[in-house]
């Protein structure tokens, strides 16, 4: 797909000196009426900014010309209102629910071009979209001709996730026991069924098993079933949920926290591929794929005796792990934006989008609940939001998003400083040493020192320290 930024002014009156304003941009301009032929004349492969001077108004052929033409997917709009133009219900819906950005008239130069930049963004962070096969969504969609609906399946763009994508359809092509390792909310759950949609087993069950919530007395019973009258107020007898996976897969989610009574029952399953229910007397053949995942640190909890370690190589001949959501890079936005198209309903007014401070709090914020986090407070964002824009206050991330501006020079001028100060950190304040490694002059670090503020004293310490 190309690139090219192209903008179309979509006008019934004349092109306005703000159009030629617009042309001095670094962007394509072209002025239009909204036509049938109109949407013949957008090339589906370039992204087009398209601006609705929506002030000379429109006839009602060009109002649904107008509405096709928005809602492609290549397609990013900036309405143009005058007073009181909201009031009229179809302008208020093509401006309101097909535009990304609203300005209105006069508007200045400067607030068009940060509005046409916006829009660009949003398309090109769609562009990257990419579901589990690793298509992308907006060119699937510009491909097929139509939306793409992302519900329910994986979204990641950066190399982590891709690579994940990759694991998992290797994964898919065998039998072998996965484990799936991963903070709480990075999609365990959603990787393991992922992984049995693209298996030959796709069509048979998929069975989730929490070892962590089922109490320990139960879980015997829970995974392997019983007889009646195994135990008193065994009735009838009842299909585990190893059995119950006959044919597909079994997620044993919350692997770490089996207890270790139950562990050796597991061993033994694995070992035999054969199962006998509590109380009877008959063993089982059992085929199914067995996929575990755990947040927690095995490695620790085989070194103190809590997890058997022969069941843990049992269970991790191909091991997969999940990437925390801070280390997603600009996934973290994409999958805000993924959550606000997907939830957007959820509120009586209309959220456009996320306002700056918003994005910094997103990309500033640890995420220790991971995407399960992101999703929830998304959900909460769009409910609570008053504003079309999503704010860091709706997110309940305030305090993460510095509104605070840094100019090019304090930014050099940080870096600077804390380049200096391990170079004299390393060397333990020796000048010379230090200057070699940032090879600089030591009369120009000593200059640097100066200006800074700083002595090269203060990292003496450490070497008597020593
Ligand atoms: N890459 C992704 N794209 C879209 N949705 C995702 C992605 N990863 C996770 N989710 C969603 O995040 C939520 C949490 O995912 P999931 O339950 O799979 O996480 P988990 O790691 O198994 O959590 P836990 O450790 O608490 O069991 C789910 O709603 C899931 O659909």
């Known amino acids: 797909m190309q690139t090219t930024r192209h903008t179309l002014v979509l006008t019934a009156g004349q092109s306005s000196g703000w159009v030629r304003d617009l042309g001095c941009q670094a962007w394509s301009i072209a002025t239009a009426l909204p036509t049938h032929e109109l949407r013949r004349t957008l090339d589906a492969n370039v992204l087009t900014c398209v601006v609705v001077d929506f002030t000379h108004g429109f006839n009602s052929d060009a109002h649904a010309a107008l509405e096709r033409l928005l809602a492609l997917p290549n397609v990013g709009a900036v309405g143009l209102v005058a007073a009181g133009q909201l009031e009229d219900p179809l302008v208020r819906h093509l401006a309101v629910d097909h535009c990304l950005d609203v300005l209105s008239t006069p508007a200045s130069p400067a607030q068009l071009t940060l509005s046409i930049a916006y829009a660009f963004d949003m398309l090109e962070s769609r562009m990257h979209e990419r579901d589990i096969d690793g298509n992308l969504l907006l060119r699937a969609g ?175 001949v191909l091991r997969i792990d999940e990437p925390p959501l801070r280390a997603r890079g600009t996934d973290i936005e994409l999958l805000a934006r993924r959550m606000l198209d997907r939830y957007r309903s959820d509120s009586q007014r209309t959220v456009r989008g996320f306002a700056p401070d918003a994005i910094a709090a997103l990309y500033t914020y640890p995420w220790p609940g991971n995407v399960r986090e992101l999703i929830n407070r998304v959900r909460r964002a769009i409910v609570m939001s008053e504003r079309p824009f999503i704010t860091a206050d709706d997110l309940d991330l305030g305090d993460y998003a510095d509104r605070s501006t840094v100019s090019l020079a304090e930014a050099r001028e940080e870096a600077d400083r804390d380049v200096i100060q391990m170079a004299l950190l390393r060397n333990r304040g020796s000048l010379s040493k230090a200057a070699i490694d940032l090879r600089i002059s030591r009369v120009t670090l000593t200059r640097l020192l100066r200006a800074r503020g700083m002595s090269a004293a203060n990292f003496r310490s450490s070497r008597s320290a020593r």
Request: charged letters at 25%; aromatic letters at 6%; one cysteine or more.
């Open 142 to 316: 510009l491909k097929g001709g139509h939306q793409v609906h992302a519900e329910g399946s994986m979204i990641g763009s950066c190399e982590a996730m891709v690579a994940l994508f990759r694991s998992i359809r290797k994964v898919a092509r065998t039998d072998a026991p996965v484990f799936i390792s991963g903070e709480s909310g990075t999609g365990k759950e959603l990787t393991a069924h992922e992984i049995h949609e693209r298996s030959a087993r796709r069509d048979r069950p998929f069975v989730v098993i929490n070892c962590g919530a089922i109490p320990p007395h139960l879980l015997q019973s829970e995974l392997f079933g019983y007889e009646r009258g195994a135990f008193t107020g065994a009735n009838q007898r009842k299909i585990g949920r190893v059995e119950a996976a006959t044919g597909g897969t079994l997620f044993l989610d919350e692997i770490g926290d089996l207890p270790f009574e139950s562990q050796a029952s597991l061993l033994r399953f694995l070992q035999e591929k054969k199962l006998e229910r509590i109380g009877g007397n008959q063993l089982h053949d059992i085929d199914v794929r067995i996929i575990a995942a755990t947040h927690i640190d095995m490695p620790a909890a085989i070194e103190s005796g809590r997890f058997r370690a022969d069941l843990f190589h049992r269970l991790c």
